[in-house]
Structures are given as C-alpha cells and as structure tokens.
C-alpha cells in the first residue's frame, strides 16, 4: 500500500475504516474515557492531601468487615478497620505512578532505540530488531516476575520504603515494555524515513541526529502515543499480577492490584475490598484502550509492518 | 524443504538465545549472588551452589555448562536450607507441565471452537446489531483484566453458586467429571478474552476478504453463502489471525500464571509462585527457560500451520 | 434471449447518490457479441454486475431485464443463485484477484460442477480435464493441482474462462478480460472467448475501454459514457460511419497500423462528470469539440436517425453538416476546442 493514496476517482463503495473515521468525531466515549482518567489522576495527585482515613492502619473504634453505604465508609472498610475509599484512593496513586513511570521509562528507552534503528537502519537495525524480537520471546508477565524478584531480593535488612519499591517494580515493568516500544517505533521511523522530505533535508546536509529529532521523531509520536496509551492499560494490569504473586508494592502499603491480591484466597469473606478496586481497574484499562484506538484512528496510523 | 531446514536452523538459534538469557539471569542479582539464593547456607553449601552455578567462569563456558545439564533433563535442585537435600527441579517440572498445557490447549480449542463462528457470521453480518453489540462487548471484554475475572468467577461460580471447586487440580485419569469441573473456571477466564480478540479479528479480516474479486467470482459461479463464508474466505482470512494466535501465546502464558495462581493449581505457574516466595532463584532460572522454550516451539508450530493454510509461502 | 430496458443503477455513498448507470437499453440474442465500450468509471462494468446481479448492498437498481422472457435479478437472491454458473457467468478482469489465492484450481473448477450438476467427484474431474484442455492449457492433468500463483497471467485468464465456462451457461459476460494481460496474450485470449462462444452458440457481453478489442469480434457494439448508452450501432455501421464525438475521440486514442510512426495520439482532455450530479444538456459536453450551447441544456435522446439499427445521442453529429458547422464555429472563435486538449 503506498502511503499517500490519491483519490483519483470516486469509488462507488466506500470501505467501512473510511466510514467509521469520518464519522467519529471525538466520541462520547472518549470524552467519558479522559473525565474518569481526569478524575484518577487528581485522587492520584491528591491522595496525600485528601481528608482520608488512615489507610495502613485501621482504628480500633471502628467496627471491621462493614460493607458499602456504612456511615463514615462509602466502600466500607476490611476486617482490619481500613477504610477501603482511602485504601483505593492511594492504591490510585501506586498504581498510576507506578504505570507512568514504567511507560515513561519505557517510551524514553524504547523510543530512542526504535528510532535508531529505524533511522539508521541497516545491519544496526537488523541487530536491534532482532533482540527485541528475542526479549518479545519472553511472555511479559513472566519476564517483569522474574526481574523484579532479581532486582529485589530479600535480605536481612528491613523491607525497603514504598518508594523505593515503587521504583524497583517501574523499572522492571518499564524493562519488559522497552522492545515493545522499540518495535513499533522503529516499523513507523522506518517507513517515514523512506519520505521525500527526509531525502530533502538529508541533501540539504542535515546531522542525521537533527534529522531523526525534526523530521522523523514529530511523524511516529502519534503512534507512540497510541502504543504508550495502551501499554499504561497493560501496566495496570501487570501490576495486579505481579501482586498476586507478592512481588508488587509489600503490603500493608495499597495498591490496585494488592488490594485484589490481598483478598484472592478470600473472596466471599469481604467482597467490596476487592470489587472496588477491581473497578477502578476495569475502568481505567478500558478508558486508556479507547483512547489509544481513538488515537491510533485520529493520526491514521497504521499498524507499522515490516 | 530447504526452507523448513532454514525454519528448524532459526529455530534451534532462538532456542539458545532465549535460554541463554534465561540462564545468565542470577548474574543479574545485586551482590553476592550466592549470598543471596542461600542467605543462611553453611560455607560447603556456598562452595557447592558457587560451583553448580559456575560464578568463578564467564558467562559463555557457564551458559555452555547449564546448557549442557538443562537440555539432557538435569536443572539441578532446589535449595532447602543449610545442609539439606533439596528437590529435584526436573522432576517437579515434569509433574506439573502437563496440567499446564492441558488448560492451555482447552482454552484454544474452545476459543477458536466459539471465536470462529462469531467471527465469521459478524463479518457477514456486518453492521447489524449482533455485530455492533459483540464489537462492544469484545471492547469490554479485553479490558478485563484476568485477575479480575478470574476473581469474579472463583467468587460467583465457586463460592456463591458452588458449581465448580474453588480450587485444585484433578487429573483426568482421577475421574473425568471432577477434571472437567476442576480446570472449568481457569478455562473459562482464559477464554473469555482470547475469544473477544480472535472473533474480532477473524471479523476485520473477513470483511476485507468478502470484498475479493474471487468471493465475487465464487458468488457468479453460483455457490451457496455459506460455502463462500467457509471453504473460500475462510482461509485466506485466518492468516493474520494465526499470527496473532502466536503472539498472543505470551499472554495465554501469563495468564495461565495468575489462574493458577488464583485456583490453586500445581502447573507451572503454581511452581513460579512457590518459588518467587522462597526466591528459589535456580528453580526460576529454570521455570522461566521451559516457557521461553514452549513458546518459542509454539510459534514455531504456527508458522508451519501457516504454511499449510498459505501454499504462496512454501514457495518463497 | 436477454433484454435490457431502462436500467438504471445507483449506489448509495456519503456524497450522495451515485447513478453509475442511468437508463440503458438493449438486446442481446443466442449466439451475438455485444461490445460495451467506454473509458473507466462510465459504468459499463456496474451494467454488466447489474445484469448478472452480483451487486453490493448499498445499491439499488430499477428497470426490467428479461431472460429469456423471465424477469431477473429481483428482490430473491437465492433465486438469482440457479442462474449464476449454469444460465449466465463471468469472466474478470483480473485473474489474479479472482482465483482465489488458496484454493487449487481444479477445485475451483469442480466446485461448481459438483453444485450444479450433482456430479460425481470423479466425473467432475473428468470433466475440468476436458475443460483445461479445450482452454488450451498444456499438461491439464498437472494444472489441475496447481495454484493460480504458479501460473502465468494468460494460463489464469484461461482457467478462470474455464471456471465460466464449466456449468455450459447460455451467456458469458468477459468484463474487461484482457486488460490484466500482456499484449502478446490479449489477441490469443479474445480468439478464445470468441471460439468458444461460437461452439457453445452462447450470447457474449464483451466489455472493454478498447474500441480496437471488439472490432473483429463484436456483432453490435454500444458506446457508453457517464452511466449512459450514447451510440449503438452493428459493428461495422459503427466504425464506417460513426456519429458521436466521444466515439470520434475513443477511436482516435487508439494507435493504428498505417500511421507513420512517432504519430501523436488524440487523448480526450478533461474528465468524465461527477455522476452524483451530472450535467444538465448532453454529459460529453464540456469535453466536447463540437459543443454548442444547445448541448450545454438539452440532453439529446438516443434514437434511430439516418441508419436503421444506428441509434446515437447528439445534436451535432460527427459526419454531418451540423457536425461540421459546429466544429468549424468552434475552432475559428476559441482557437482550441471548448475543454479540449
């Protein structure tokens, strides 16, 4: 398919993309979509300044184990007394930091050598693509356990502050995430490196570097943005299978997927502890999904062969 | 033939690579490593796990030593504490692969049993309500998470209505209802995403394909709809979702990890749970090479299946 | 055997109606060739699809097309399903999108003899050997197992006449056949299509945007333009004294065999209307030499003049004194033709 496709004659049947693209303007959906991602990075931002209960540890006076609409707790609160609004509220604020500063790690990484090696090309590019096709052999959750259970042992010291934990599981997540980045960051430089005001400025005399960051770079962020939207979605859902298997944040410190995790072996006992983060999480994956279609549609960006 | 030669060369490489990373990951542990895989071992223990790992030789002729031992069956063992035999990791692999790749070969063959179907009759129905309502369920659908599924069924399926076991595994020679009722909610919590993908896949690719000249000549020629639907787009159409299928192993994986995880069942992803909270890290070492393995293999199987549905590629 | 009256077909788009063919007439016996000639996009494959039936859900059609005195292509498709293959069939233009890529051809060939005629899979066989052969397919036995990737661009286009060609239809349309092809192959093709519809007495809709392919081999040709029939007329009244300009110039686009080399062919200048809002007068107008201002608001109808069995559609037809009266009006005010060049 040739990149730009002139319509020279009307085609008496229009395809259904073309349909769909005309019509959608910027959806309902995705207005509900960025109004909840809004909300969930105020709670995010907020969280330490909101007049929360504690959330690690419950009061005595309170009656454990109360459900939803109890007075004083709109979620409830676990058989430790917590309240489950402020356990929720900050867990919003672990997950979502630590899905930012994963993908953010990730698309910094991931995106430069993607460009790289879509810009260059060669036997350079055929070497970098082809070891993130081998870190792609790897299923991702598999390769996030095993790095951060590599990259934080357990020693005798104390546990390490939530901070630093939160670190430990963005950098391993953001790790897994790089060749995924890198991949499509590269299929797109590729093909837009191949355009006549690439070759234009290159016989202008342009630094390749200038090139790659003016010319190329401004083209492929679109679908960046596309892959980066939907990978925070994955985060947040890796995040809560790292916590199943204890490797995410160390408990009591919440986060979405600790707060499932910690009742996986109990469901029945208190169910809002865990169905109300489960969906804070439904909703925020599947608004970070729209978007990044919605994106992918809004810059026609195609899903990069090669 | 050159060309499935060329397949099993790349094949046996990748293998390598991707064991090779696997192997060398304990060198990867901040410090001394064997501090840290035996925190409180005895100094003769320390000398034994220095030497099974081989810390004093570099990487390549260690890589070539574990190699040597994981391929002929031998991954060690693992450690139980000062001065005690520990288990061997061959033996508990071979135990508990099969449960493993028993669900994941129910969740396929289902997915592909229901998804094709839906997939098919959407793409010819295209734009009708069946088709608008399953695009936006499908939407839905992959975005729940399988942990969340996972835990909606255990607790609705298992504890509230108490049709299925909440936990365990029973195998298939223990009484084949029991294995049934057993592996029927991780089964279904798997397939339920894998569905939403592949129908909506095969269904883009469907009506693509409906809009060929040959789907128009088999319609001049006078065959049936549902002849035209099967026999002649049918095949052409599944190519990109055999690619997917084998991309998508990687997520299947993993999410075979979290529902064993979550109904307590003895595969592979119950042995990585054990063993990430012992920080068994040689068992892990070697967990991790056995999927990175299976799915290197699986892709594999499925680029040969797309040869059998392409006859353009054997010939390239 | 078929007659055509009044079709008109439009499809539904986000611009409007589109009305890719808007009121043609005609009839066709056992045995003729029909040519439809015209450039691309003036409708004639949508007639052809029309006639057969085979078109998408967004369009619709009116008019009455009788097959051997029975109305088709009604509302029933299931209907329209016992005609494909055994009463009436297609050859494409492409045969290398409309072989189907994964699927060998003595399959496709047998498919529909197997549907149709309840043969045995056996006989079927036999049958799609014999087939091949009269196609003129070398090695048919091999060819059988073969797929269209293995084969060269004329070898497709004889199996897919012999796809056409399987159920014995009373009627074949060849859409645009030899296009795809190279030109050594097209002659050899046409020979074929015209061989067979001669031994198989069948009735031919040969479409093409090549005046020079239906010369020899058509019985009557119809020259369309914009959706509309604009000039009908047996062969050779057509090409002795053709009336219409847009024939004048489709004929003049074609290289000829005595012109000193080096000759500049006439291209026609501009483009064809927008069909979803055609012009008022005649459609060939505003590319027309001979255009008048009469043409500019009045649609010339299609009828019979001087010629019984001519039929054209013009206010100043080539040959004529009008024609020429205008065409000399023309080239003495502007200097070049209105649109022209």
């Not at chain 2, 060398?24 to 001394?32: E, F, K, R, V």
């Not at chain 2, 549902?226 to 049918?234: G, P």
């Not at chain 2, 299928?245 to 979550?262: F, H, K, M, P």
Request: charge should be neutral; charged fraction near 15%; hydrophobic fraction near 45%.
């Amino acid at each position: 398919m040739s990149e730009v496709a002139p319509m020279t004659e009307a085609s008496p049947e229009p395809t259904q993309e073309e349909e769909e693209a005309t019509k959608r303007g910027l959806g309902i959906a995705a207005w509900l979509a960025i109004g909840w991602l809004g909300c969930m990075v105020f709670l995010a931002v907020s969280a330490s300044f909101l007049p929360l209960d504690d959330p690690i540890n419950g009061s005595i006076r309170e009656t454990p184990g109360v459900s939803y609409f109890t007075e004083g707790h709109i979620f409830g609160n676990d058989l430790l007394g917590r309240d489950t609004l402020a356990r929720v509220v900050v867990g919003t604020s672990t997950s979502l930091s630590i899905a930012a500063l994963s993908i953010g790690f990730g698309t910094l990484i991931g995106g430069f050598v993607g460009l790289v090696a879509g810009y260059v090309g060669g036997r350079i590019g055929t070497a970098l693509s082809a070891m993130f096709d081998i870190l792609l052999a790897f299923p991702p959750l598999l390769l996030a356990l095993t790095l951060v259970s590599v990259l934080s042992p357990v020693t005798e010291t104390d546990p390490p502050s939530r901070i630093k934990r939160m670190l430990v599981v963005a950098l391993a997540v953001g790790l897994v995430s790089i060749p995924i980045l890198a991949r499509i960051t590269r299929a797109n430089a590729l093909s837009w490196s191949q355009r006549e005001f690439v070759m234009a400025a290159k016989s202008q005399g342009a630094k390749p570097f200038r090139i790659m960051l003016r010319e190329v770079l401004p083209n492929v962020v679109p679908a960046m943005l596309s892959v980066a939207l939907l990978g925070l979605a994955s985060v947040i859902i890796v995040e809560g299978g790292l916590a199943l298997f204890g490797l995410s944040i160390n408990p009591p410190d919440p986060s979405w997927g600790n707060m499932v995790a910690s009742q996986v072996d109990d469901l029945g006992e208190t169910p809002h502890v865990w169905i109300v983060p489960s969906v804070f999480i439904f909703l925020s994956v599947m608004s970070l999904n729209l978007l990044g279609d919605v994106v992918r549609d809004k810059f026609a960006v195609r899903e990069a062969a090669i | 033939m050159t060309w499935l030669l060329r397949r099993v060369a790349q094949l046996v490489v990748v293998v390598l690579v991707v064991t090779f990373f696997a192997a060398i990951l304990t060198s990867l542990l901040p410090g001394d490593p064997v501090k840290t895989i035996a925190p409180f071992a005895t100094p003769q223990d320390r000398a034994r796990i220095s030497e099974e790992l081989g810390l004093d030789k570099n990487v390549i002729s260690r890589y070539v030593d574990w190699a040597g031992n994981f391929f002929t069956g031998d991954m060690g063992t693992t450690y139980a504490g000062a001065g005690l035999q520990g288990d061997s990791i061959s033996a508990r692999v071979r135990e508990s692969l099969p449960t493993s790749l028993t669900i994941v070969f129910y969740v396929q063959f289902l997915t592909l049993l229901i998804a094709l179907p839906l997939g098919v009759f959407s793409a010819y129905r295209q734009g009708s309500l069946f088709d608008r309502g399953g695009n936006g369920m499908a939407f839905a659908l992959v975005a729940l998470p399988t942990f969340v599924l996972a835990a909606l069924l255990k607790f609705w399926l298992g504890l509230k209505l108490d049709w299925f076991p909440t936990q365990g595994y029973t195998k298939i020679g223990d009484g084949i209802g029991n294995h049934f009722k057993s592996v029927a909610m991780p089964v279904m919590t798997l397939m339920v995403g894998q569905i939403a993908i592949y129908s909506r896949l095969l269904r883009s690719d469907m009506i693509s394909t409906l809009q060929e000249d040959y789907i128009l000549m088999a319609k001049a020629k006078g065959i049936p709809s549902r002849r035209i639907l099967w026999r002649h787009a049918l095949r052409p159409s599944s190519l990109t979702l055999l690619t997917v299928a084998g991309l998508n192993i990687g997520a299947l994986v993993s999410g075979a990890l979290i529902v064993e995880r979550i109904f307590k069942i003895d595969g592979i992803g119950g042995l990585i749970y054990t063993a990430v909270g012992q920080r068994q890290y040689i068992a892990i070492q070697s967990y991790v090479a056995v999927i990175a393995i299976l799915y290197v293999v699986i892709n594999f199987l499925v680029d040969m299946l797309y040869s059998v549905l392409d006859p353009r590629i054997r010939n390239v | 055997m078929l007659e055509v009256k009044d079709v008109r077909t439009s499809f539904k788009t986000d611009r409007g109606l589109v009305k890719a063919v808007d009121g043609v007439s005609f009839t066709l016996e056992r045995g003729e060739t029909l040519g439809v000639v015209g450039e691309s996009g003036c409708g004639k494959s949508v007639l052809s699809k029309t006639i057969m039936g085979l078109l998408p859900s967004n369009a619709s059609r009116s008019g009455s097309i009788k097959f051997e005195g029975q109305e088709i292509g009604g509302p029933s498709i299931k209907h329209m399903r016992d005609f494909w293959g055994t009463q009436m069939s297609m050859v494409f233009q492409d045969p290398m999108t409309a072989l189907n890529p994964v699927m060998k051809v003595g399959k496709q060939i047998t498919e529909s003899l197997r549907h149709h005629l309840d043969v045995s899979r056996e006989f079927a066989n036999e049958t799609a050997l014999q087939l091949l052969s009269s196609v003129g397919i070398p090695e048919p036995e091999r060819r059988l197992k073969q797929y269209a990737f293995e084969m060269s661009g004329g070898m497709r286009q004889r199996v897919m006449i012999a796809i056409a060609l399987a159920c014995g239809p009373k009627m074949l349309f060849a859409d645009e056949p030899t296009t795809a092809l190279d030109v050594t192959v097209q002659a050899q093709i046409l020979d074929l299509l015209e061989a067979q519809q001669a031994e198989r007495f069948m009735a031919m809709i040969l479409v093409t945007h090549d005046l020079g392919v239906v010369a020899g081999r058509a019985d009557n040709i119809m020259v369309m333009y914009a959706g509309q029939s604009i000039e009908m007329a047996p062969t050779r009244t057509l090409f002795s004294q053709m009336r219409h300009p847009y024939t004048e110039a489709l004929l003049k686009s074609i290289p000829k065999l005595n012109q000193a080399s080096h000759t500049r062919l006439d291209a026609i200048g501009g483009r064809p209307p927008d069909l979803v809002n055609p012009p008022v007068g005649c459609r060939f107008a505003p590319r027309c030499p001979y255009a008048q201002a009469k043409c500019h608001q009045e649609a010339p109808p299609l009828m019979v003049h001087d010629t019984p069995g001519h039929e054209y559609a013009c206010w100043f037809p080539v040959g004529t004194p009008q024609g020429a009266e205008a065409l000399a009006k023309n080239q003495g005010s502007i200097g070049t033709a209105v649109g022209g060049q």
